[in-house]
T-cell receptor, first 114, second 115 residues
Framework: DGGITQSPKYLFRKEGQNVTLSCEQNLNHDAMYWYRQDPGQGLRLIYYSQIVNDFQKGDIAEGYSVSREKKESFPLTVTSAQKNPTAFYLC?????????????FGPGTRLTVT | AQKITQTQPGMFVQEKEAVTLDCTYDTSDPSYGLFWYKQPSSGEMIFLIYQGSYDQQNATEGRYSLNFQKARKSANLVISASQLGDSAMYFCAMRESGGYNKLIFGAGTRLAVHP
């Protein structure tokens, strides 16, 4: 079955540690995205990538980094510079040239930093 | 700046009744897209329906329809014949212009369907 995989579902880290969230898709989509969701709020864009080896900052990129070395993978690193890293992180992908530009989402990773 | 507003933090509906979830948007771009997503308690985002700014007819997908009023800049989601499984958060989103397919999300509306 085609889809987006995020692992792990729950992640716990100590403050000051970097942590990498995994996102893999087998939909052959060119574009991939990372969003952050805080309780009771909508999604905010962290980073996005339209093609391999290229990515752009979203609205809240500070304290995060990404890489896009393969079409199917778009890992997100939450660095120690991110002041409030505890949140729900969602990865998405889309066909860059689809008329509806629908984004497909993974199941999310809930990160808790203490 | 482009913006999505969902003014209803929570809504209640009786099973089998219809419900309308409000969404207004703000953009100066003549070309844009509007989306509705459902987020159950498990957290995944499920795509429901899409409306393009140049589409002449309101979008429909099964029990979901989008009441698109371009002049009023509103894109309300109508769920007909509500089911208990419709209880979830619902997010309205707009695709930004610029060719990068970035989505801007509203704050969401929590829908509770009562038996």
């Amino acid at each position: 079955d085609g889809g987006i995989t995020q692992s792990p579902k729950y992640l716990f880290r100590k403050e000051g540690q970097n942590v990498t969230l995994s996102c893999e898709q087998n939909l052959n989509h060119d574009a991939m995205y990372w969003y952050r969701q805080d309780p009771g709020q909508g999604l905010r864009l962290i980073y996005y990538s339209q093609i391999v080896n290229d990515f752009q900052k979203g609205d809240i990129a500070e304290g995060y980094s990404v890489s896009r070395e393969k079409k199917e993978s778009f890992p997100l690193t939450v660095t120690s510079a991110q002041k409030n890293p505890t949140a729900f992180y969602l990865c998405a992908s889309s066909e860059a040239h689809s008329s509806s530009y629908e984004q497909y989402f993974g199941p999310g990773t809930r990160l808790t930093v203490t | 700046a482009q913006k999505i507003t969902q003014t209803q933090p929570g809504m209640f509906v009786q099973e089998k009744e219809a419900v309308t979830l409000d969404c207004t948007y703000d953009t100066s771009d003549p070309s844009y897209g509007l989306f509705w997503y459902k987020q159950p308690s498990s957290g995944e985002m499920i795509f429901l329906i899409y409306q393009g700014s140049y589409d002449q007819q309101n979008a429909t997908e099964g029990r979901y329809s989008l009441n698109f009023q371009k002049a009023r800049k509103s894109a309300n989601l109508v769920i007909s014949a509500s089911q208990l499984g419709d209880s979830a958060m619902y997010f309205c989103a707009m695709r930004e212009s610029g060719g990068y397919n970035k989505l801007i999300f509203g704050a969401g509306t929590r829908l509770a369907v009562h038996p």
